[in-house]
C-alpha cells in the first residue's frame, strides 16, 4: 500500500529542517541547483556528444536540498 508507493517514488525527499536555520525561523526545505554551469548547450567536441543518451540528457540539472530561512541557506 502507502509504504509500497513512498519507495518507487522517484526523487528523494526533504529533510528535516529542524534546528538547522541558527534559530531563524521559518526554516523550511527547499531545492536548490547543485552543480552550478549545467544546462549549457553541448559542445560537439564532448566525446559523448554523439551518443543519443548525451545529447538527451544534455540540459539536466540536478536539485539537492538546503534548509532556507529568508535570504541564507543552511545545509541540512
Do not use: F
Not at 513512498?6 to 536555520?21: A, D, V, W, Y
Not at 547543485?34 to 566525446?47: D, F, I, K, S
Amino acid at each position: 500500500g502507502m509504504l509500497t508507493q513512498e519507495k518507487i517514488r522517484l526523487g528523494s525527499t526533504p529533510p528535516s529542517c529542524h534546528n538547522k536555520c541558527n534559530e531563524c525561523n521559518p526554516c523550511t526545505a527547499v531545492q536548490v541547483p547543485t552543480l552550478p554551469g549545467l544546462g549549457r548547450p553541448v559542445q560537439m567536441a564532448h566525446p559523448l556528444a554523439d551518443q543519443p543518451s548525451y545529447t538527451m540528457y544534455s540540459n539536466y540539472k540536478p536539485l539537492g536540498w538546503k534548509c532556507r530561512c529568508g535570504n541564507h541557506l543552511y545545509n541540512p
